[in-house]
Each structure stands twice: as structure tokens, then as C-alpha cells.
């Protein structure tokens, strides 16, 4: 039937009621309200000017969306840019001038195969994707229409604009003039124009050009003469033109292309080679390369995996060795790679100072369920710990004067603007959270491990609820991507940091949650990520449910009979899998915005991500929910927004309808014109709630035997 959220949460409150009366209740006290759990303001999108004195980030405070600034000496963090109510339009790519005068960023989701762009407030006319430029001395504004924001040129007098249809420039502040000229089109190529970069000096922009052909070249535009010159063209797919400091040479990565027939799969290996180029197009050489067959995840992954601080030094990532690692090698012919970050653990989010001399990066290095900030000395190659402790900190930002920002969090907080001055003090930029945020409530959960049938180590976060009297329900989280991981804290990611506050809140409840890393996921080495036969390919990893299951029903705390699982997006495939293949195992479950069937073809490209051909669609049947549909008999609640740019949101009808046709117990909540990572917060309010009240009517949330007195 078609959920009613009115009803479920008339249910749960009764429910409450019921538990309270009996003296059954988690006590008063610890109790948590799902509204005043995501509450709190979550800082993302930290960037810094190139001089390193002004910083830039975006907040999300219960869906009103905020840019904010802070410069040296003071760092006194100020709002330049709000948008009131939920409007749901998303701030992102932001840019600051090298000066921090101006700051440009990206307003509102982007188009969808149709070519309409997010609209999750079910805007009469559509919703809004526009660039704006900020003036952050005193808050003007100004929209330069459709796009997103490139580079500012190094003087600051340029900013450059990625459109569908090229590259296109605008005079940073001479646009808040009334009658300023509209964007002017520099590039307008074939194939589509990216990664666009300009040269030290300012008079040159080397960007990417994506063909129709699946391969890709680097080009250099020169702004005087208006003439375009290419990289050694070739049938590869090159991509991250890298400047050196002195503007003569470019270093890029070169990959190879997808054949016709091929489609990517991110279960399979990317080698790659850092070549290195006159910018005048006149040589290349090639500097270093990996065989390798399972290597080269960053490269497709993280964005920028390339850069060159100092004239005899390009940096890289590369998981060659079995982890993502940082490497420096000379920018020469057949160069040795020099790891820069310790073996047996990875790092993410790369910053260079701004005297070049020394990174800083995030990495897992001692705690795999943890991020902290370390930075590498690019002279004597030492390595010094930025932050350590309990906390998680991640997208570091090196500052003037050796301060340091970063994005910090841990098991209360969520993630917030964060200064490290020289002398050791630490300051909380983003303002602190509302006075209903029940910060001394949340709990500490316990790193757990576990290990599947087939032997795979597998980690885990678990939540206890307050009172640990009699046999709980469980549920075990399972987490989307796969390329993902869930940390002992608030995450970084918007998604997941929604969902760690969604397993607080369920513990709050009386559950008791297991939070899943199965395998496929990051942070545990190459080999964890590439394992074998997952997805499509026969779907290893419901081993790891398997053994989530297990390790919970051997709790003295958990009732085996009322398991059940709730996950997002890949996790939803695990969900509906798990209550397909065992509902004699689990009891019920909630499938947000899942993939049911493997063996269709997905948004935008057929067999996308997962490099499905033809003759692979039956195994992708096969390792589909819905090839085991016959079993399943364990309630469940599927949850989808009608705007989904990632999964089909007609796999969701598809599965609905049949389940009904079964007679199973099976409820659906559509929110119209939602994405898939919802952008609206009333829309995580509703899909939470819904989520909570399902699993407490098929699951309770009260100690099995528990009777009234």
C-alpha cells in the first residue's frame, strides 16, 4: 500500500505511549527527537585562496544553505551568502580569487538526461542552476547564468565558466556593473571542454578536450593570438593538465580509452601513465606508468590526482602497491617513483602550501575507521601530524603562517570550519549547534570486526541503545557507493553524514544498529575494493550481510527473530537482496532509491560503472533481487525520489508493484521531483521518519519478554 505518513507516526507515537506505560521506554533523558538530531549546521566545499589568507566554505544548517568567509589575521568567520527556507538548491564549486576578493560558486542541481534541472521544491517554473559571483568585502552579488565556476585567472581579473556547450570568460569585476557584457564563449569545440587551468603567467589555459570518441586531448589556448595548440594528440584518453611553476612544460595523465563494446567498470584495474610535455606542444615524454592491473581508482575517483610544486617534483596518488598513496618522481623520462605517504593506508584530499613546499592530506593511517591531517615536507620528505586523536578531520588547507584549516568532526559533532593556528590553538568557525542538538547524547560507537564465510575482514561501527536490558531489535546499515566507507564519526559527505545521525537516533529508539563497510568499499587497501565477483558479477559481498546477521544475533542483546536492514542507493540493492534471498533470516527492511536489477541499463550510459556487456546480463539477472523474488516474504519499505539521476526510479515501481502481486507487505513513499541524494532536508525528515516507524511496527523497538508490571 502507498505509506501514509500521518499513520506511522500516530503508530509510533501510540507505540511510545504503550513502552512508557509499561516502564519499558528508553529513559527520558537519553531519548532523541529526528529533527533535532540532523539539526545541527555541517560545514563542506572548504577552499582556500591562492595566497593562502582567505578561506571560503558552504554550511547546511537544516536545509538553509550558507556560503561563508573568514581571512587573515583574525580568520573572524562572516555568512556573505544565504539562501532562506529548504529550498533545496544545492552550493557547490566554489572558487576564490588568489586575493580572496572574489569567490564564485555554483547555485542549484544540475540538468538530467532530459535536460531539466533539480527541482526538488517542485518549483512552478523549474529549478535553478546558475553561477554567482561574490564580491566578499561586502556580500554583492551577481548571476552569470547557466554553468559552473572554472579558474580564476591568477590576477583575478578573468573568471572562467564550463558550459554544456565550451568554456566561456567573464570579467571578474567588471560583471557588477548594471550593464556589465554577458559571459564571452572562449572555447566552443567539439566533444565537451573540461578541467580548464590557467598557466603561472595567466596568458595561456590548458584544459581537456572530452571527444565523442571516448578519447580525450589536452589543449593549450593562447589568450593573445586566440589559437589553440595540442598536446601530443593521440588515440588515449588524457586527462589533469598540470602546469610546472615556470609555465614552459605540462604534465597530464594518460589512460586508455574505452574501446567500442567497452563500457567503465569500476571493478576492474586503470593503469596509467604521467607524461610530461613542452607547452608548446613540441615534446613528451613519458615519466612514469604502472602495469599494473588493478591500480589507477583516484585517477577516475577523486578528481585532482596530479599537481607539480616545484620544478624537479610532480606528486601523484596511486595504489600500485596495494593502497592509495602519495608519490613524488622527477618530472623526467623513466623516473622512479618515492612514496611520500606510509605504506598499509590511504590518504584523500591533497593541499600545497602556498609557498610550495610542503602537502597536506588526509589519511586513515593508524585508525582505518578515522580521518586525520598530516603533511610531508617536499625537501627532506619528513612526515608530521597535523591533527590526531578522536576526531575526524578531512579537505586540509594549508594557510599563510603556518595555520591550517580543515573540516573537523567526531562522535557529536558534525563536520565544521576549523582553524589550526601555529601556536597549537584550535578555533570552531561554523557557528555551534542549535540548543536542541543533543550533542551529550550521542554516543561513542564501537569499532567491531568481523569475517565473512569466505574469509574476507570486514569492519564495522555499532550502536548500543541507553538501556541494554533484555533482547533488542537490530538493524544493520548498509551504506551506498559501494565506493564508500563509514567512519566512528560524522562524515564529510552530506549522504552519510545523514545517515550516521539516522543510526543515533535509531539507537536512541531502542535498536540496536550495525553499521557495515562490506566489501568493494574504500579505506581497507586496493585488494578490499577490487574484490572479486561483487555487484553484477555474482554479488560476494552479501556475504558480509551474512555475516553482519550473524555477528548480531551473537549478541546477548539482540533478538535473532527481529534483524532487519535499512541502506541507501547500493545499499538499497543489499536491503532488497537480503529480504529476497532470506527473509527466514530477516525479519524486514527499508530499500531507499536501491537497484533491483542489475542486468538493465542505468542513467545515462547502459551497463555504467560496472562494464556490463551483453553476455554478462544474465549473471547481472542472477545477482539481482529480482531474480529472487519468489522468496521473499519479509516486509519491507521502498523509498525513491522521482528525479533520480543515478538509479531508475522505475526499478522502484517495477519492484513495488510486483511484490505486491505477491501479496507481500510492501509500502512506498515517492517524493516528487527529488534526486537521488535528496537535496531537500524535509525530504531526509520524511524518508527517516517513515524509515523509523516502519522498522519499530514490523521490528518493535521494546525488549523481547519485556512484560508490564
Known sequence: MIISAYRHRVAAVCA??????????????RAMELEAVLSAPMASDLVRSKAGDSIAWVENSAGRRSVHVASAPGYAPREVFALEGDRGEPLSALRLSADGALLAFARGGGPNAAGSNANPASLPRGGIREVVLLRTADGATVSLGEGSPAAFSPDGAMLLLARSDGLYRVAAEGAFREE???????????????????????????????????????????????????????????????????????????RRPLLIGE????TAGHPFRVMVAAADGSAVQEAWSTDEPASGLPQFLYGRTL???????????????????????????????????PASCEVLGLDLAPDRDRVAFAHNCGDSNRR???????????????????????????????????????????????????????????????????????????????????????????????????????????????????LLGWHDRGYYANAYGMNQYLASRGFVVLSLNYRAGIGYGRDFHLAPNTGPRGASEYLDVLAARQYLAGLDTVDADRIGLWGGSYGGNL?????????????AGVDLHGVHDWSLPMPGEEGRYWGLADADRPEARASSPVAHIEGWRSP??????????????????????????????????????????????????????????????????????ARAE
Not at 563500457?263 to 569500476?266: H, K
Open 263 to 266: 563500457r567503465l567498470d569500476i
Open 372 to 486: 586525520h591531517v598530516a603533511a610531508v615536507d617536499l625537501a627532506s620528505g619528513e612526515l608530521s601530524a597535523l591533527t590526531e586523536g578522536e576526531g575526524i578531520e578531512v579537505g586540509p588547507r594549508l594557510l599563510a603562517g603556518g595555520a591550517l584549516a580543515v573540516l573537523a568532526g567526531d562522535h557529536r559533532q558534525p563536520m565544521a570550519a576549523t582553524l589550526h593556528r601555529s601556536d597549537g590553538s584550535v578555533r570552531r568557525l561554523t557557528a555551534p549547534p542549535p540548543a536542541v542538538f543533543p550533542a551529550d547524547a550521542l554516543q561513542a560507537p564501537e569499532p567491531v570486526h568481523m569475517t565473512a564465510a569466505d574469509g574476507v575482514e570486514l569492519h564495522g561501527q555499532l550502536f548500543r541503545p541507553a538501556d541494554h536490558g533484555g533482547k533488542r531489535p537490530a538493524v544493520i546499515f548498509l551504506h551506498g557507493g559501494p565506493i564508500r566507507q563509514m
Open 307 to 341: 599537481w607539480w610544486p616545484q620544478a624537479d617534483r610532480l606528486l601523484f596518488y596511486s595504489e600500485h602497491d596495494g593502497f592509495l598513496r602519495l608519490y613524488g618522481v622527477e618530472p623526467t623520462a623513466g623516473a622512479t617513483a618515492e612514496a611520500l605517504s
Open 180 to 254: 556589465a557584457p554577458a559571459p564571452d564563449a572562449l572555447l566552443t569545440l567539439q566533444g565537451k571542454t573540461i578541467g580548464a587551468v590557467f598557466s603561472p603567467a595567466g596568458d595561456r589555459i590548458a584544459f581537456v578536450s572530452a571527444r565523442r570518441a571516448k578519447h580525450s586531448l589536452i589543449g593549450v589556448l593562447e589568450l593573445a593570438s586566440n589559437t589553440v595548440t595540442w598536446i601530443a594528440p593521440s588515440a588515449w584518453q588524457d586527462e589533469q593538465p598540470t602546469w610546472s611553476p615556470d609555465g614552459e612544460s605540462i604534465a597530464f595523465l594518460r
Open 16 to 29: 511510545g505511549m504503550m513502552l512508557a506505560l509499561a516502564g519499558m521506554a528508553v529513559p527520558a533523558a
Open 636 to 705: 519491507v519499505l521502498l523509498i525513491s525520489g522521482d528525479d533520480d539521476r543515478n538509479v531508475r526510479f522505475d526499478e522502484t515501481v517495477d519492484l513495488y508493484h510486483r511484490l505486491l502481486d505477491r501479496g507481500v507487505d510492501v509500502e512506498v513513499l515517492v517524493l516528487p521531483d527529488e534526486v537521488h541524494g535528496f537535496h531537500r532536508h524535509a525530504s531526509w525528515l520524511k524518508a527517516y521518519g517513515e524509515t523509523a516507524a516502519f522498522l519499530a511496527e514490523h521490528l518493535g523497538s521494546a525488549p523481547s519478554g
Open 575 to 587: 536491503t532488497a537482496l537480503a529480504l529476497a534471498r532470506n527473509s527466514d533470516l530477516f525479519a
